[in-house]
C-alpha cells in the first residue's frame, strides 16, 4: 500500500446543536507527521475520531488510502489506521499481552487463531514500546504511564501505514515522552503516516513536520512549525500573550507564555548586544513599557529576543560596524525614549557610535555587571566614562527599578548640548 495520503474536504461535525468543526480541509502525505494544536474545546479530539472513522461526520468526507473511512468496513479501517486514544482505560482485566495482541484483530476472521505472523508483530511491538517487562502482568496493575505505551504497542502491532494519536504524551514523564515521540518520529521516517493531538507546542514544533492550528473549530493555519508558531497566532487562537524564539539546542520554535503587559508608561531605548539585554527586554515589556533596541546586528541573540517579543530593533549586519547613518538612527529612539537603559555589553570601535548616541539621553540608566575593563577598549573607555558620570549605574537586577524611578522621580538631566 503506497498512497496512503489523507485527504479531508470540507469537513463539519455537529454534537447535537454544537457545531464542533467545520470547514477543514487538509491533506497530509504519507511519510508525514502532522502535530494537531490548539485551545481546549478547538476540535482536535473530534477531528482524530473522525479520520479514525469513529465519529461520523456531518458533511464533508474523509479518505485514508483513497478509502472513504465512514463508507468503509471496520476491519478495512481497522488495516489503515490504528489509534492511539487519550483515555487509557481498559474494560477489563486482560494482560498487557493480551492488551497488545488485539491490535491484530483485523486480520482475524471470527474462527481464526493466533498467528506466528501475530506473535512476532506483538512481541516486536512491546519491544519497541519497552513493555515487554509487563507482558505478563495485569493492565490494571500497570501505572498511568505504562498503560498509555503498552495502548501504544497495540497500535503498532496492529500494523498500518496511518497512526493516529491523541495526546500520546500526556500521561508520560519527560523520558518516556521523548521516547513515545523519538518512535513515531522513526516510524514516519520508515514510511508511516502519523497525526497526534499534541499539547505541549515546543514538542510538537521538535517533532512533526507539520502543524494544524484548530481554533473556533476551523483551521487557523497549517504548514510547518516556523510558520505556524508566531505570536499574532498564537494571541488569535490561545488569546495567549506568547514569544516564540528558537531553542539553541533543538533550532526548533520554543514558546515562552508571557504575562499579560502590565500598565506601566514611557517609552525606553535599550543599548545592548550579545545577549546583555535579553533579560531586560522580557522585564520592561512585560511591565508595559514601550520599548525600542539597538542598534545591534541582525541575528545577535538580544535581536532574537526583540523579535519575539515584537520590540523594534536598529539593526546592522553581521561584522559591520554601526556607521554615521545608523547611528543617527539609534540617536532619534534615544530622543524619543524617556529614558535610555545601556546594558553591560562588550564595546569597541566597532560599536562605540552607540555610547554616542546614548549620550543624547534625556534620562540615563547605565547597568553593570561585569567590570568595565572587561569588556570596554581603550578606544571606547572615554565614551563609555562620559555615561557613568550622567546616568545612574545600577546592577542588572536592579534596572527595572531604576527605569521606573527615573520615569517616577524629578525631571531628567537636560540633553547635553553641543557645547558640552
Not at 482475524?108 to 517487562?133: I, L, P, Y
Not at 535610555?340 to 540615563?364: P, Y
Amino acid at each position: 500500500m503506497t498512497d496512503v495520503r489523507i485527504d479531508v474536504e470540507d469537513l463539519r461535525v455537529d454534537r447535537g446543536d454544537l457545531t464542533v468543526i467545520d470547514g477543514v480541509d487538509a491533506t497530509v502525505e504519507r511519510g508525514r507527521f502532522v502535530g494537531l494544536i490548539g485551545p481546549n474545546g478547538a476540535g482536535k479530539t473530534t477531528l482524530l475520531r473522525t479520520l479514525a472513522g469513529t465519529l461520523a461526520p456531518t458533511a464533508g468526507r474523509v479518505r485514508v488510502a483513497d478509502l472513504d473511512v465512514q463508507r468503509a468496513s471496520a476491519r478495512d479501517v481497522g488495516r489503515r489506521v490504528a489509534v492511539v486514544p487519550q483515555n487509557t482505560t481498559v474494560a477489563f482485566d486482560f494482560t498487557v499481552r493480551d492488551v497488545v495482541a488485539m491490535g491484530r484483530m483485523p486480520y482475524h476472521s471470527m474462527f481464526k487463531e493466533t498467528d506466528d505472523a501475530d506473535r512476532r508483530a506483538v512481541d516486536a511491538a512491546m519491544e519497541r514500546t519497552s513493555v515487554t517487562q509487563f507482558a505478563e502482568r495485569s493492565i490494571d496493575s500497570v501505572s498511568g504511564g505504562e498503560r498509555q505505551r503498552v495502548l501504544l504497542a497495540r497500535a503498532l502491532a496492529q500494523e498500518t501505514p496511518v497512526l493516529l494519536l491523541d495526546e500520546p504524551t500526556a500521561s508520560l514523564d519527560i523520558d518516556h515522552q521523548i521516547h513515545t515521540l523519538e518512535l513515531v518520529r522513526e516510524l514516519v521516517e520508515g514510511g508511516k503516516t502519523a497525526v497526534a493531538a499534541i499539547h505541549d507546542l515546543d514538542l510538537a514544533a521538535r517533532y512533526c513536520d507539520d502543524l494544524l492550528l484548530l481554533s473556533d473549530g476551523g483551521v487557523l493555519d497549517y504548514g510547518p512549525p516556523e510558520e505556524v508558531l508566531t505570536a499574532p497566532q498564537l494571541a488569535a487562537s490561545f488569546d495567549a500573550n506568547a514569544a516564540v524564539t528558537d531553542d539553541t539546542v533543538t533550532g526548533t520554535p520554543t514558546v515562552t507564555a508571557l504575562p499579560d503587559a502590565g500598565d506601566a508608561e514611557g517609552r525606553v531605548h535599550v543599548v545592548g548586544d550579545g545577549g546583555s539585554a535579553g533579560r531586560l527586554l522580557y522585564a520592561l515589556t512585560v511591565a508595559g513599557y514601550d520599548v525600542s533596541i539597538g542598534a545591534l546586528p541582525e541575528g545577535d541573540a538580544d535581536h532574537e529576543t526583540a523579535r519575539a517579543l515584537d520590540v523594534p530593533a536598529v539593526t546592522v549586519p553581521p561584522y559591520t560596524a554601526v556607521d554615521a547613518a545608523t547611528a543617527e538612527r539609534v540617536a532619534t529612539h534615544v530622543s524619543e525614549a524617556d529614558v535610555t537603559v545601556v546594558t553591560d555589553l562588550d564595546v569597541s570601535d566597532g560599536n562605540r557610535r552607540n555610547l554616542d548616541a546614548a549620550a543624547r539621553a534625556d534620562a540615563l540608566v547605565v547597568v553593570e555587571g561585569r567590570p568595565p575593563d572587561e569588556r570596554i577598549t581603550d578606544g571606547a573607555r572615554e565614551s563609555y566614562e562620559r555615561l557613568r558620570t550622567r546616568g545612574r549605574v545600577v546592577t542588572p537586577e536592579d534596572a527595572l527599578d531604576a527605569v521606573a524611578d527615573v520615569l517616577d522621580g524629578p525631571a531628567p538631566h537636560q540633553r547635553p548640548t553641543a557645547d558640552d
